[in-house]
């Protein structure tokens, strides 16, 4: 009677476990791949810190600290960072203020990724230029911002995950109820 019980248990223990090595069991049965911000979030922390030069060089822009969230109820996902400005007497290691976004996303079949798609700064704190956002410093974020979301992932799909998903299409990707879906078509 030990024997049957143990045996189950261990096939459960091994079971569970599978489904939560799987990004969802949607991406193995079903017509979605759900993604949560934990896994976006462990994905963009290995991005950064990043430096952009601008102004040919005169100025560096470092992007730091990703946070990410997907909003209960909205349909767009939120990033704030910290940002550091190199040059004019100023350390880019060293926290100049922070920024928030909103964004939709986009899948990249090139980049097997999800992108920024129509990005907006929704929030600007800059306590070490006195609080506002001047124009160079303004121009060089929307600079980032723009390439960011057109070259760089938040996400991008591993080589598990896309071979899982091989022979599908993916349709829209949707951003709803605390999570991110890849919608796949037949």
Same mark, same amino acid.
């Given at each position: $009677? &030990?024997?049957?019980?143990?045996?189950?248990?261990?096939? *459960?223990?091994?079971?569970?476990?599978?489904? #939560?090595?799987?990004?969802?069991?949607?991406?193995?049965?079903?017509?979605?791949? #759900?993604?949560?911000?934990?896994?976006?979030?462990?994905?963009? =922390?290995?991005?950064?810190?990043?430096?952009?030069?601008? +102004?040919?060089?005169?100025?560096?822009? &470092?992007? !730091?600290?990703?946070? +990410?969230?997907?909003?209960? =109820?909205?349909?767009?996902?939120?990033? =704030?960072? =910290? +940002?550091?400005?190199?040059?004019?007497? $100023?350390?880019?290691?060293?926290?100049?203020?922070?920024?928030?976004?909103?964004?939709?996303? &986009?899948?990249?079949?090139?980049?097997?990724?999800?992108?920024?798609?129509?990005?907006?700064? !929704?929030?600007?704190? !800059?306590?070490?230029?006195?609080?506002?956002?001047?124009?160079? #410093?303004? *121009?060089?974020?929307?600079?980032?911002?723009?390439?960011?979301?057109?070259?760089?992932?938040?996400?991008?799909?591993?080589?598990?995950?896309?071979?899982?998903?091989?022979?599908? &299409?993916?349709?829209?990707? #949707?951003?709803?109820?605390?999570?991110?879906?890849?919608?796949?078509?037949?």
């Amino acid at each position: $009677m &030990r024997r049957p019980a143990l045996a189950f248990a261990f096939f *459960a223990a091994l079971f569970a476990l599978a489904l #939560t090595a799987c990004t969802t069991l949607d991406a193995l049965v079903g017509n979605q791949v #759900t993604f949560t911000a934990p896994q976006l979030q462990k994905y963009v =922390d290995r991005q950064f810190p990043r430096d952009y030069q601008k +102004l040919g060089g005169l100025v560096t822009l &470092r992007v !730091m600290h990703p946070r +990410l969230t997907i909003p209960q =109820d909205s349909n767009r996902l939120q990033l =704030d960072f =910290d +940002l550091g400005i190199g040059g004019f007497g $100023m350390d880019s290691q060293a926290v100049a203020g922070r920024f928030a976004l909103q964004s939709g996303l &986009r899948f990249d079949p090139t980049t097997r990724g999800l992108h920024l798609v129509d990005p907006q700064l !929704m929030n600007v704190d !800059m306590p070490s230029l006195g609080g506002a956002m001047n124009a160079p #410093t303004r *121009a060089a974020l929307n600079s980032w911002l723009s390439d960011y979301a057109r070259q760089e992932p938040v996400y991008r799909l591993d080589d598990n995950a896309w071979g899982r998903l091989a022979g599908r &299409r993916i349709g829209g990707t #949707t951003i709803g109820d605390g999570k991110v879906v890849l919608h796949l078509d037949q």
